[in-house]
């Protein structure tokens, strides 16, 4: 064919691609024939933005709608082109001096494409290089109408859109999601008033009280200098040696070896401003308040093997069911809420200095109340411009809502201005599409690298005449922000601290007195493999001093295990009242978003009672999931996991519909000759499956041949497993148990 009609061919094929015609029926897509949950496996397209929920692309720096189209210097047009817009015809093969010929450095294309591609990565985040985000909206409920001027919380009902971005600390932009670790749960609010960030974490209490000391926490948590091991985790010497030199970093560390350090999804995480804030309202009078996330699932956590296989299995763990959950129409929610405090000159509550941010104060002292909801409805449409370019700021305030002298917040206030400079390449990353306020913007900054806005005007200074005097200072009627005018006590300069800042055990051993035996067994278990994980017995010493002057059962405990005598307190016990709001078992909750596996096969199963099950389960607003020995159909059902693909972390239950035989004429893989089959007649594979399960507390139910498989196995008599006659009634009874999270009943808690 001629080389005019290959370019029409191959232009019809591009234009049918981006006008749909050609796109395949996708599950779950609005629009689409097929239900959701026939393939939740197939990648879905983006859901299109809801109405309330503007594009930050489409705006000036100024924050001006442009009329733009979303994906300006994205996809314009069906034909491929240059940067600069002149259409190519092949992006395959180099410009050569002959087919065999040396590359001619006259190829611009080529030079344009590599350059790019060369400086395609930019420099990951100090800490919190690996994350995850969404966009959704805040919707105030108005209650806190009397405490703040923030519109966007003083509003009923007002909506404002958010980005949150989700991640660990420590680990480097390609580690594993699911190490223990703190995570990071950083909210922008674009508000009508300028933009406000809360960058919390899902822990209320940091390992520094100084942020002169973030350094030093940091380089002694992060890897170690001479061969950057080990990635994303705190069991090793360094991070050992310094939280137990440096005790205030014993009530955050606590936290990590809690089931808080091993979320089972950003969904279920609570998040923390951790430090204390000022509210202002209309009438000028202040308020202290610490913020908090409350998550509509409630607080869940993995078990240890369940993350550390994670992290080998699906490094991208909460990643995927962030987006999957989006997709699904699970949209996760958070409250926000507010523990509110008189603004007192000591600005201490209950005796508790607000101004520390090692310290907490429980909630049954002082209730958090919610103000407002937030949903996360819709995924990025581009990582890199949204998720790793998005820049968060504690020094981004919203009037009636302003800081306090807290010395960690303080220094907070430089560091996160300060970092972009370098991560986004000079001082202009608040005109980045994700960064840009989406209230109207009148600075008077200019230039700099990476500039995009084209100002007018002859006098970015103030006082001029040449522009007219704009722009102007607003007053207290157009809203302007306004410093809380805090009289600061007249004092000596000093490198120092309250004494109150002295106290590091007292709500260290309140965290610990507020756990539920099976959570204190978590956390003995987490301190042996971490300090067991040190090379250095003076450090495994130290801490297990620490430990005594919190509780000696904990610290006779984590002494066993790492064979160690358990040494005496060197201070008198700390009184503390134990703050049941700690303990994240004993209640019942939601299940939305869950993922429930079914085991299938081509022999025995009740394909009836599984189609039944599998619709139940979709409709409760969870994920079903169909296992079965091979990809493919299973009767009618379409298969989503084989045996092969499927592994236990994936599902928070397990449904038994057959009792798969190993197949006797497919070629095994190396592992499945290798195990040790609890019942010989079973598949390996599924033995594993329900090994896992079982070990790792979850629901298991089955019917049928199912139920056999459990009975054989000896685990049908075991608490948390559910043998019935129909499908129907073993779903009833394993939906019952999720709402718990875990059947912890099945592992007696030893300690007290
Ligand atoms: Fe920080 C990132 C949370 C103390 C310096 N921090 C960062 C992020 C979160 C937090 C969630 C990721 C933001 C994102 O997703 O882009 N940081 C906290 C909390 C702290 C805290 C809850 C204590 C209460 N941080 C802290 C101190 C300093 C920093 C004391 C420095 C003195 N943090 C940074 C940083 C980062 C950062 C270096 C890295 C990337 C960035 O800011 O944008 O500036």
């Known amino acids: ?355 520390d941010a090692t310290k907490i104060v429980p909630e049954e002292l002082a209730p958090v109340q919610p103000v407002g909801k937030l949903v996360l409805n819709r995924t990025p449409t581009n990582f890199h411009a949204e998720v790793e370019q998005v820049a968060f700021h504690l020094g981004n305030l919203v009037p009636g809502i302003d800081v306090t002298n807290d010395p960690l917040l303080q220094g907070r206030l430089f560091s996160y201005l300060d970092t972009q400079l370098t ?27 990476h500039q995009h806005a084209v100002h007018a005007g002859v006098a970015p200074y103030k006082p001029n005449s040449l522009d007219g005097g704009n722009p102007f ?34 709500q260290v051993r309140l965290f610990w007195l507020s756990m539920s035996p099976i959570e204190k067994e978590h956390i003995i278990r987490a301190y042996t493999f971490e300090l067991g994980k040190c090379y250095h017995q003076e450090i495994r010493e130290r801490q297990l001093r620490c430990l005594a002057n919190i509780d000696p059962v904990l610290c006779e405990q984590v002494a066993k295990g790492l064979g160690l005598p358990a040494p005496e307190p060197t201070i008198e016990l700390p009184q503390a009242e134990p703050s049941p709001a700690l303990s994240q078992v004993g209640q019942q909750w939601p299940a939305d978003g869950r993922l429930v596996g079914i085991v299938v096969d081509d022999t025995a199963t009740d394909l009836k009672g599984v189609e039944e099950v599998r619709e139940t389960i979709a409709a409760a607003g969870m994920v079903p999931l169909i296992i079965a020995p091979h990809g493919g159909k299973v009767g009618g059902l379409t298969v989503q996991r084989t045996f092969a693909t499927a592994r236990s972390i994936e599902f928070d239950a397990l449904l038994l519909a057959a009792s798969p035989v190993p197949a006797p004429d497919a070629v095994p893989a190396r592992d499945e000759k290798a195990g040790a089959p609890r019942t010989a007649a079973v598949d390996p594979r599924v033995n594993m499956l329900v ?19 459990l009975r054989q196995t000896g685990l049908a008599d075991t608490p948390g497993v559910v043998v019935q006659d129909t499908a129907a009634g073993t779903l009833a009874a394993v939906q019952q148990l999720m709402a718990s999270h875990r059947v912890w009943e099945r592992f007696p808690a030893t300690v007290a």
């Open 1 to 355: 064919r001629s080389p005019a009609e290959v370019i029409k061919d191959a232009a019809e094929a591009a234009v049918e691609a981006v006008t749909g015609s050609a796109k395949p029926d996708v599950p779950g897509k609005p629009g689409s024939a097929k239900p959701t949950v026939e393939e939740p496996t197939t990648p879905k397209g983006p859901l299109p933005p809801s109405p309330e929920q503007g594009q930050p692309d489409t705006r000036t720096p100024t924050g001006a709608e442009t009329g733009a189209p979303p994906t300006a210097f994205g996809q314009q047009g069906a034909f491929l082109t240059t940067a600069q817009g002149a259409r190519l015809r092949d992006t395959d093969h180099s410009l050569k001096a002959g087919p065999r010929g040396p590359v001619l450095l006259q190829d611009h294309h080529f030079r344009e494409k590599i350059t790019h591609f060369d400086h395609e990565r930019i420099p990951e985040r100090v800490v919190h290089a690996r994350g995850a985000g969404a966009h959704g909206v805040f919707t105030s409920y108005g209650t806190a109408a009397n405490l703040t001027r923030a519109g966007f919380l003083k509003e009923k009902g007002k909506q404002t859109e958010v980005f949150v971005r989700f991640s660990t600390v420590l680990g480097s932009r390609g580690s594993a999601d699911t190490v223990r670790d703190t995570r990071g749960f950083a909210t922008k609010f674009y508000t009508d008033e300028g933009t406000f960030d809360l960058v919390g974490n899902n822990m209320p209490v940091f390992f520094i009280q100084d942020a002169i000391k973030f350094p030093d926490i940091v380089h002694a948590a992060k890897w170690h200098p001479d061969r950057e091991i080990p990635q994303a985790q705190s069991a090793h010497d360094t991070f050992w040696d310094f939280v137990s030199l440096h005790t205030e970093a014993q009530h955050h560390t606590m936290w990590n070896m809690s089931d808080r350090g091993i979320a089972r999804s950003y969904r279920m995480m609570e998040g923390f401003g951790v430090h204390t804030f000022r509210l202002i309202n209309d009438a000028g009078e202040t308020v202290l308040v610490k913020f908090h996330w409350k998550p509509k699932l409630g607080v869940h956590s993995l078990v240890w093997e369940e993350a550390q296989l994670a992290a080998g299995v699906d490094p991208d763990y909460h990643r995927r069911d962030l987006y999957d959950a989006i997709e699904a129409g699970a949209y996760p929610e958070w409250e926000l809420g507010l523990q509110v405090f008189p603004d007192t000159p000591e600005e201490t509550f209950a005796g508790i200095d607000l101004l």
């Open 473 to 506: 200072p607003a007053g207290d009627a157009e809203n302007a922000f306004v410093e809380v005018p805090v009289t600061v006590t007249e004092a000596p300069k000093v490198r120092a601290n309250p004494v109150s800042f002295d106290d590091h055990f007292s």
């Open 691 to 709: 090994d896992e399960c079982w070990r790792h507390a979850k629901a298991i139910g089955g019917w049928g041949p199912g139920a056999e498989l």
């Open 423 to 449: 991560r986004l390449a000079g001082p202009n990353f608040h005109q980045i599409p994700i960064n840009r306020p989406h209230a109207p913007v009148n600075d008077m900054l200019r230039d700099g690298f």
